[in-house]
């Protein structure tokens, strides 16, 4: 028995390692590596793949929109698979359910999942291989799903400013191409743009500062929200998130349409920035380093009602 309790806690470790290391990492940045927030109609279907983003777009993690079952698109998650992947991950959710089932079962009738052990051991044993199941098949659908994905021409392409054109139905990408469209056209020209850009630096600086203020003349009130309790979390934790010299390295558009009288803009953004989270009282870092620069892309959402100011309104993080 003892021999069987201590051959479980090794491979246990193990399992718990891999599983450690095959979990993506926390980000500290604004919006703290999550989606978060509403994209009107849309905010339950994925933004077309763009060469910046050619990876599809995570789903919603955080929203104030509810999930009234938007149609599916071709090649694009639908209501239902988007709502289990913000609960479970997007991955194994039946297999995971069937896998504990069985394992109950088994114990409920003695059997257990290792057989030979009972009591605390059987447990250990159900536990153990639910979690390496699970380990296995995440990071084999992992791999075929990278496999699976589609090149996009162009992508990796430097950002370039002058490759911006003129305002055309449907929009233009930042690095030049079309946008998929999906309600009424809406125009997208250099002055939006700008725009988008620079509030990608203003808000980044604005949430370093822990400037709640003038994040609520950048973002929609429910992004504010979202951003107050990554902060109130932080101070929590005795850190505060130190965001420096963001820059642009790629953008293009992923979507551009209008309901009603608010027009909405999805671009993707690869961009490079100075991320640490430091220690309230010392100014230790604890994380992140100062002098090298991190790279993200992510998918941001941009309304404006009656013709007025763009409104950060989400953040999406790639797949």
Request: charged share 15%; aromatic share 8%.
């Amino acid at each position: 028995m003892t021999k069987g309790l201590s051959f479980i806690a090794r491979v246990a470790a193990l399992a718990a390692l891999g599983i450690a290391l095959a979990a993506p990492a926390t980000e500290a940045r604004v919006g703290g590596g999550r989606s978060s927030g509403s994209r009107g109609g849309q905010t339950w279907s994925a933004p077309p793949s763009t060469a910046t983003a050619p990876r599809t777009a995570q789903p919603m993690q955080r929203t104030e929109t509810p999930n009234l079952g938007a149609q599916q698109r071709p090649g694009m998650p639908g209501a239902a698979t988007a709502g289990q992947a913000g609960r479970f991950g997007g991955f194994g959710t039946g297999l995971m359910a069937g896998l504990l089932g069985a394992g109950l079962l088994g114990m409920l009738f003695g059997g257990g999942l290792f057989g030979g052990l009972s009591g605390l051991a059987s447990l250990f044993g159900l536990l153990l291989q639910v979690a390496l199941i699970a380990g296995l098949v995440w990071l084999a659908l992992r791999f075929f799903r990278r496999r699976s994905e589609p090149a996009m021409a162009g992508a990796g392409a430097p950002y370039q400013r002058s490759a911006l054109g003129g305002a055309v139905p449907g929009g233009v990408g930042m690095g030049g191409g079309s946008a998929r469209v999906a309600g009424a056209p809406v125009q997208i020209g250099p002055a939006d743009y700008e725009a988008f850009e620079r509030a990608l630096h203003d808000i980044q600086g604005a949430y370093s500062r822990e400037d709640m203020q003038a994040l609520t003349y950048m973002a929609t009130p429910e992004m504010v929200r979202y951003f107050g309790a990554d902060l109130e979390e932080n101070r929590s934790q005795g850190l505060r998130n130190d965001l420096r010299d963001p820059k642009l390295l790629q953008g293009d558009l992923a979507q551009a349409w209008r309901e009603g009288t608010t027009e909405y803009a999805t671009v993707a953004m690869r961009f490079s920035l100075l991320d640490t989270m430091v220690d309230r009282q010392t100014g230790r870092i604890v994380s992140g380093d100062p002098r090298v620069p991190q790279e993200a892309t992510e998918l941001w959402t941009f309304r404006r009602d009656n013709g007025g100011k763009w409104l950060l309104s989400a953040i999406q993080q790639t797949a």
